[in-house]
Protein backbone atom coordinates (compact mmCIF):
# COMPACT_ATOMS: atom_id res chain seq x y z
CA UNK A 1 0.00 0.00 0.00
CA UNK A 2 2.75 2.73 0.79
CA UNK A 3 4.29 1.88 -2.36
CA UNK A 4 1.02 2.65 -4.78
CA UNK A 5 1.44 6.50 -4.14
CA UNK A 6 5.49 6.54 -5.27
CA UNK A 7 4.30 4.44 -8.33
CA UNK A 8 1.39 7.14 -9.11
CA UNK A 9 3.57 10.12 -8.29
CA UNK A 10 6.27 8.71 -10.97
CA UNK A 11 3.95 7.73 -13.61
CA UNK A 12 1.33 10.35 -13.42
CA UNK A 13 4.13 12.96 -12.78
CA UNK A 14 6.43 11.78 -16.10
CA UNK A 15 2.67 11.46 -17.61
CA UNK A 16 2.42 15.63 -18.03
CA UNK A 17 5.64 15.79 -20.26
CA UNK A 18 4.93 13.09 -22.25
CA UNK A 19 1.45 14.49 -22.80
CA UNK A 20 3.04 17.71 -23.95
CA UNK A 21 5.19 15.71 -26.16
CA UNK A 22 2.77 13.77 -27.92
CA UNK A 23 0.88 16.74 -28.47
CA UNK A 24 3.34 18.31 -30.45
CA UNK A 25 1.49 16.44 -33.33
CA UNK A 26 -1.94 14.60 -31.55
CA UNK A 27 -5.14 16.70 -31.60
CA UNK A 28 -6.71 16.70 -28.07
CA UNK A 29 -9.52 13.96 -28.79
CA UNK A 30 -7.53 12.15 -31.05
CA UNK A 31 -4.76 11.39 -28.32
CA UNK A 32 -7.54 10.79 -25.52
CA UNK A 33 -9.12 8.27 -28.09
CA UNK A 34 -5.42 6.07 -28.78
CA UNK A 35 -4.30 6.42 -24.96
CA UNK A 36 -7.77 5.70 -22.87
CA UNK A 37 -8.48 3.25 -25.38
CA UNK A 38 -5.28 1.32 -25.85
CA UNK A 39 -5.43 1.52 -21.86
CA UNK A 40 -8.64 -0.62 -21.86
CA UNK A 41 -7.90 -2.75 -24.19
CA UNK A 42 -4.29 -3.60 -21.84
CA UNK A 43 -6.07 -3.96 -18.78
CA UNK A 44 -8.80 -6.10 -20.57
CA UNK A 45 -6.40 -8.40 -22.05
CA UNK A 46 -4.45 -8.53 -18.12
CA UNK A 47 -8.13 -9.69 -16.86
CA UNK A 48 -8.90 -12.34 -19.67
CA UNK A 49 -4.64 -13.83 -18.56
CA UNK A 50 -6.00 -13.76 -14.86
CA UNK A 51 -9.50 -15.50 -16.63
CA UNK A 52 -11.36 -12.91 -14.60
CA UNK A 53 -14.85 -11.89 -16.08
CA UNK A 54 -14.32 -8.88 -19.02
CA UNK A 55 -17.81 -8.09 -18.07
CA UNK A 56 -18.86 -6.52 -14.45
CA UNK A 57 -22.13 -7.02 -12.84
CA UNK A 58 -25.11 -4.85 -14.06
CA UNK A 59 -25.04 -3.20 -10.51
CA UNK A 60 -21.82 -1.96 -11.24
CA UNK A 61 -22.39 0.20 -14.46
CA UNK A 62 -23.84 3.10 -12.68
CA UNK A 63 -21.03 3.82 -11.08
CA UNK A 64 -18.36 3.09 -13.90
CA UNK A 65 -20.04 5.27 -16.15
CA UNK A 66 -20.09 8.14 -13.97
CA UNK A 67 -16.73 7.43 -12.96
CA UNK A 68 -15.48 6.88 -16.55
CA UNK A 69 -17.44 10.31 -17.70
CA UNK A 70 -16.20 12.26 -14.22
CA UNK A 71 -13.06 10.80 -13.50
CA UNK A 72 -11.60 9.84 -17.16
CA UNK A 73 -13.20 11.78 -19.53
CA UNK A 74 -13.78 14.90 -17.97
CA UNK A 75 -9.82 15.03 -16.35
CA UNK A 76 -8.05 13.89 -19.56
CA UNK A 77 -9.79 16.12 -21.98
CA UNK A 78 -9.72 19.16 -19.31
CA UNK A 79 -5.34 18.29 -18.59
CA UNK A 80 -5.16 17.96 -22.45
CA UNK A 81 -6.78 21.80 -23.21
CA UNK A 82 -4.53 22.99 -20.38
CA UNK A 83 -1.30 21.82 -21.69
CA UNK A 84 -2.74 23.41 -25.09
CA UNK A 85 -3.41 26.95 -22.97
CA UNK A 86 -0.01 26.71 -20.49
CA UNK A 87 3.06 25.69 -19.75
CA UNK A 88 3.25 22.32 -18.42
CA UNK A 89 4.37 22.84 -14.60
CA UNK A 90 1.57 24.97 -14.53
CA UNK A 91 -1.22 22.91 -15.70
CA UNK A 92 0.13 20.12 -13.73
CA UNK A 93 -0.15 21.98 -10.26
CA UNK A 94 -2.94 23.80 -10.76
CA UNK A 95 -5.06 20.63 -11.29
CA UNK A 96 -3.81 19.72 -8.36
CA UNK A 97 -6.25 21.94 -6.83
CA UNK A 98 -7.56 18.21 -6.61
CA UNK A 99 -6.83 17.31 -2.96
CA UNK A 100 -8.85 20.49 -1.59
CA UNK A 101 -11.57 19.94 -3.75
CA UNK A 102 -11.82 16.55 -2.95
CA UNK A 103 -11.51 16.96 0.60
CA UNK A 104 -14.59 19.38 0.19
CA UNK A 105 -16.91 17.05 -1.41
CA UNK A 106 -16.26 14.65 1.07
CA UNK A 107 -17.33 16.47 3.75
CA UNK A 108 -20.34 17.29 1.72
CA UNK A 109 -21.55 13.86 0.50
CA UNK A 110 -20.06 11.75 2.88
CA UNK A 111 -19.51 13.62 6.45
CA UNK A 112 -15.58 12.67 6.55
CA UNK A 113 -14.16 14.75 9.13
CA UNK A 114 -10.08 16.12 8.78
CA UNK A 115 -8.31 14.85 12.05
CA UNK A 116 -5.41 16.62 12.61
CA UNK A 117 -2.50 15.02 10.57
CA UNK A 118 -4.99 15.04 7.13
CA UNK A 119 -5.90 18.69 8.27
CA UNK A 120 -2.29 20.07 7.86
CA UNK A 121 -1.28 18.07 4.95
CA UNK A 122 -4.04 19.48 3.29
CA UNK A 123 -3.06 23.29 4.68
CA UNK A 124 0.47 22.22 3.42
CA UNK A 125 -0.93 21.05 -0.06
CA UNK A 126 -3.00 24.02 -0.30
CA UNK A 127 -0.21 26.63 0.17
CA UNK A 128 2.06 24.45 -2.02
CA UNK A 129 -0.19 24.80 -4.49
CA UNK A 130 -0.95 28.60 -3.93
CA UNK A 131 2.57 29.21 -4.57
CA UNK A 132 3.29 27.67 -7.20
CA UNK A 133 0.09 29.17 -9.31
CA UNK A 134 0.72 32.62 -8.22
CA UNK A 135 2.11 33.08 -11.75
CA UNK A 136 -1.02 32.13 -13.83
CA UNK A 137 -3.48 34.02 -11.25
CA UNK A 138 -0.98 37.16 -11.90
CA UNK A 139 -1.25 36.84 -15.30
CA UNK A 140 -4.84 36.68 -15.15
CA UNK A 141 -5.46 39.36 -13.35
CA UNK A 142 -2.92 41.62 -15.09
CA UNK A 143 -5.33 42.05 -17.84
CA UNK A 144 -7.90 40.04 -19.56
CA UNK A 145 -5.25 37.20 -20.43
CA UNK A 146 -7.26 34.96 -22.61
CA UNK A 147 -4.80 32.30 -22.98
CA UNK A 148 -4.02 32.43 -19.21
CA UNK A 149 -7.36 32.54 -18.18
CA UNK A 150 -7.41 29.03 -20.20
CA UNK A 151 -4.25 27.76 -18.57
CA UNK A 152 -6.36 28.47 -15.43
CA UNK A 153 -10.06 27.29 -15.97
CA UNK A 154 -9.21 23.32 -17.50
CA UNK A 155 -6.86 22.56 -15.04
CA UNK A 156 -9.86 23.34 -12.28
CA UNK A 157 -12.27 21.85 -14.52
CA UNK A 158 -10.37 18.79 -14.65
CA UNK A 159 -9.60 18.66 -11.01
CA UNK A 160 -13.44 19.02 -10.31
CA UNK A 161 -14.04 16.08 -12.80
CA UNK A 162 -11.48 14.15 -10.73
CA UNK A 163 -12.50 14.97 -7.08
CA UNK A 164 -15.93 14.53 -8.15
CA UNK A 165 -15.12 10.78 -9.66
CA UNK A 166 -13.67 9.54 -6.71
CA UNK A 167 -15.93 11.02 -4.14
CA UNK A 168 -18.98 9.71 -5.94
CA UNK A 169 -16.60 5.85 -6.03
CA UNK A 170 -16.61 6.23 -2.52
CA UNK A 171 -20.06 7.17 -1.88
CA UNK A 172 -21.65 4.11 -4.14
CA UNK A 173 -18.52 1.87 -4.74
CA UNK A 174 -18.64 -0.70 -7.69
CA UNK A 175 -18.71 -4.11 -7.12
CA UNK A 176 -16.36 -6.09 -9.23
CA UNK A 177 -12.26 -6.60 -9.91
CA UNK A 178 -10.76 -3.52 -9.73
CA UNK A 179 -9.00 -4.33 -13.39
CA UNK A 180 -12.18 -4.56 -15.36
CA UNK A 181 -13.80 -2.17 -13.13
CA UNK A 182 -10.94 0.59 -14.76
CA UNK A 183 -10.88 -0.77 -18.03
CA UNK A 184 -14.39 -0.27 -18.14
CA UNK A 185 -13.80 3.46 -16.90
CA UNK A 186 -11.28 3.73 -19.19
CA UNK A 187 -13.58 2.58 -22.34
CA UNK A 188 -16.22 5.22 -20.97
CA UNK A 189 -13.60 8.03 -21.50
CA UNK A 190 -12.54 6.94 -24.56
CA UNK A 191 -15.92 6.49 -25.76
CA UNK A 192 -16.14 10.43 -24.56
CA UNK A 193 -13.08 11.35 -26.49
CA UNK A 194 -14.31 9.41 -29.86
CA UNK A 195 -17.48 11.49 -30.03
CA UNK A 196 -15.37 14.99 -29.60
CA UNK A 197 -13.14 13.64 -32.11
CA UNK A 198 -15.85 13.34 -34.67
CA UNK A 199 -17.45 16.26 -33.68
CA UNK A 200 -14.48 17.98 -33.85
CA UNK A 201 -13.53 16.40 -37.32
CA UNK A 202 -9.85 15.45 -36.01
CA UNK A 203 -7.66 12.76 -38.27
CA UNK A 204 -4.76 11.02 -36.79
CA UNK A 205 -1.96 12.19 -37.29
CA UNK A 206 0.88 10.85 -40.39
CA UNK A 207 3.82 13.25 -39.89
CA UNK A 208 6.01 14.49 -37.50
CA UNK A 209 6.68 11.48 -35.94
CA UNK A 210 9.61 11.09 -33.71
CA UNK A 211 11.66 8.58 -31.49
CA UNK A 212 10.73 10.95 -28.34
CA UNK A 213 6.76 11.47 -29.94
CA UNK A 214 6.75 7.51 -30.01
CA UNK A 215 8.50 7.04 -26.40
CA UNK A 216 6.13 9.47 -25.03
CA UNK A 217 2.71 7.60 -26.20
CA UNK A 218 3.98 4.37 -25.54
CA UNK A 219 5.23 5.45 -21.68
CA UNK A 220 1.72 7.03 -21.62
CA UNK A 221 -0.76 4.12 -22.85
CA UNK A 222 0.95 1.45 -20.71
CA UNK A 223 2.33 3.34 -17.16
CA UNK A 224 0.74 6.74 -17.38
CA UNK A 225 -2.90 5.50 -17.92
CA UNK A 226 -3.61 1.65 -18.06
CA UNK A 227 -1.31 0.75 -14.69
CA UNK A 228 -2.07 4.21 -13.08
CA UNK A 229 -5.65 4.29 -12.91
CA UNK A 230 -5.59 0.52 -11.73
CA UNK A 231 -3.12 1.51 -8.93
CA UNK A 232 -5.15 4.68 -8.25
CA UNK A 233 -8.74 2.54 -8.13
CA UNK A 234 -7.27 -0.02 -5.98
CA UNK A 235 -6.04 2.79 -3.35
CA UNK A 236 -9.26 5.01 -3.87
CA UNK A 237 -11.45 1.74 -2.50
CA UNK A 238 -8.85 0.96 0.52
CA UNK A 239 -8.25 4.93 2.04
CA UNK A 240 -10.51 7.67 2.51
CA UNK A 241 -11.60 9.80 -1.02
CA UNK A 242 -9.77 12.81 1.45
CA UNK A 243 -6.52 10.37 2.19
CA UNK A 244 -6.46 9.39 -1.28
CA UNK A 245 -6.18 12.57 -2.95
CA UNK A 246 -3.70 13.85 -0.62
CA UNK A 247 -1.12 11.17 -1.77
CA UNK A 248 -1.47 12.56 -5.47
CA UNK A 249 0.17 15.57 -4.32
CA UNK A 250 3.49 14.16 -5.36
CA UNK A 251 2.47 13.74 -8.84
CA UNK A 252 2.93 18.07 -9.43
CA UNK A 253 6.38 18.07 -8.21
CA UNK A 254 7.13 15.24 -10.09
CA UNK A 255 5.32 16.64 -12.75
CA UNK A 256 7.57 19.95 -12.47
CA UNK A 257 10.72 18.33 -12.51
CA UNK A 258 10.14 16.08 -15.39
CA UNK A 259 8.48 18.95 -17.29
CA UNK A 260 12.04 21.26 -16.71
CA UNK A 261 14.16 17.82 -17.58
CA UNK A 262 11.84 16.82 -20.59
CA UNK A 263 10.03 19.81 -22.58
CA UNK A 264 12.62 22.42 -20.94
CA UNK A 265 10.27 24.55 -18.32
CA UNK A 266 11.88 26.51 -16.18
CA UNK A 267 9.87 27.00 -13.17
CA UNK A 268 10.69 30.87 -10.98
CA UNK A 269 12.54 30.30 -7.80
CA UNK A 270 9.75 30.75 -5.62
CA UNK A 271 8.37 27.75 -7.08
CA UNK A 272 10.61 25.96 -5.11
CA UNK A 273 9.06 26.86 -1.89
CA UNK A 274 5.93 25.50 -3.60
CA UNK A 275 7.82 21.86 -3.83
CA UNK A 276 8.52 22.11 -0.36
CA UNK A 277 5.21 22.53 0.92
CA UNK A 278 3.52 19.82 -1.46
CA UNK A 279 6.14 17.31 -0.36
CA UNK A 280 5.58 17.83 3.06
CA UNK A 281 1.71 17.64 3.14
CA UNK A 282 2.21 14.29 0.72
CA UNK A 283 5.01 12.79 3.58
CA UNK A 284 2.62 13.65 5.98
CA UNK A 285 -0.43 10.99 4.00
CA UNK A 286 2.28 8.72 2.46
CA UNK A 287 3.92 7.62 6.00
CA UNK A 288 0.35 7.39 7.50
CA UNK A 289 -1.11 4.62 4.59
CA UNK A 290 -0.79 1.55 6.49
CA UNK A 291 -3.65 1.86 8.56
CA UNK A 292 -6.85 1.18 6.86
CA UNK A 293 -9.44 4.50 7.31
CA UNK A 294 -12.91 3.97 7.66
Known amino acids: MRLIPVALALFWGLNWPAVKIILSIFP????????????????????????LPLLPPRSAWPGIVVGGVLAVAVFNLAVAWAQLSTSTSRAAVLTFTMPMMSALLAWLVLGERLDRRRGLALLLGACGVAVLAWPVLQ???????????????FPLVAAFGWAAGTVYLKRWPVAGDRIVITAWQLVVGASCALAGALIAGESFPTRGWTASVAGALSFHIILGTAVAYWLWFVLSERVSATVAALTTLMVPVVGVLGAMALVGDRP???????????????GLIVLNLGQRRA
Open 139 to 153: AVFAGNDVAAAKGLV
Open 268 to 282: APADWWGFAFVMAGA
Open 28 to 51: PFTLRVLGLGSGALLLLLLAGAKR
